[in-house]
Structure formats: C-alpha cells, structure tokens
C-alpha cells in the first residue's frame, strides 16, 4: 500500500499510516534546540486532495517494504548553525521514527525553509 505500513503476523495485521508517520517525525523535531517551526511542503497532487490540517503538510513520507524514507522542512531560530540543527533534525527524527515503529529509516532529508527572525524591541526608524 501506498500510504500505510502493513506488518502480518499469525494473530493479524498492524497498519501504521503516513499520517502517524509524519506526526511522530513532527513530535521529535519540534524537540530539537533551533527548531522554530515548520513550513509547508511544496504542493503534489497528494497534498493538494488533503483537506485540513494534516501532519503531511511538513512531511513527505516514502513507504518502502521495510524501510521509510522522509522529507521534513523546518524553520530555524535566528543565529544557529544551519548544520548543526538540521544533523540533529535527522538524528531526532531517525531515531523516534524507527523505535516507534520498528521500520527501518534509510535517510531523513532536511529542507531549511526559512528563519525565524524575532522583531528587535528597540524602536527602529
């Protein structure tokens, strides 16, 4: 199936979906020191036919036979190492991905779509 992870056992099946997928790879990002938030994916014809708001708007997520592949796009806070943050992303993400599911994650692409750059409170001209 295309978007979702069967696994058949003697006692029945397990179904893990995309969605559940993604949010997992959400819930560890948002945990990484330098992640402000996330950004849209650009639009394909999946995310155009999904209605509200679904975890998938951030993430892409390639379902293989035994393995998982993601993209994640993230807004960093201002003055961080681009490197650093986006190497931890994909350790974070990795990690929670494949403990929770028990798949294997082949590669965890990070896409920095922008950052965030708070307002100085000194009033400028």
């Known amino acids: 199936m295309d978007n979702e992870h069967k696994a058949d056992n003697d006692s029945g099946g397990l179904v893990i979906s995309d969605e559940v997928i ?63 943050v986006a190497s931890e992303v994909q350790r974070s993400v990795k990690s929670a991905v494949q403990s929770m599911t028990s798949r294997v994650v082949t590669k965890v692409n990070v896409s920095i779509a922008g950052i965030d750059f708070k307002e100085q409170s000194v009033g400028q001209a």
Not at 66 to 72: S, V
């Open 22 to 84: 993604a949010s997992i790879a959400l819930n560890a990002a948002k945990d990484v020191d330098g992640v402000a938030g996330f950004a849209a994916r650009p639009p394909d014809v999946h995310s155009l036919l999904k209605i509200g708001d679904s975890p998938l708007k951030s993430v892409k997520v390639w379902s293989g036979e035994n393995d998982i592949k993601l993209q994640i796009y993230i807004i960093i806070k201002e003055n961080r190492k681009i490197p650093a």
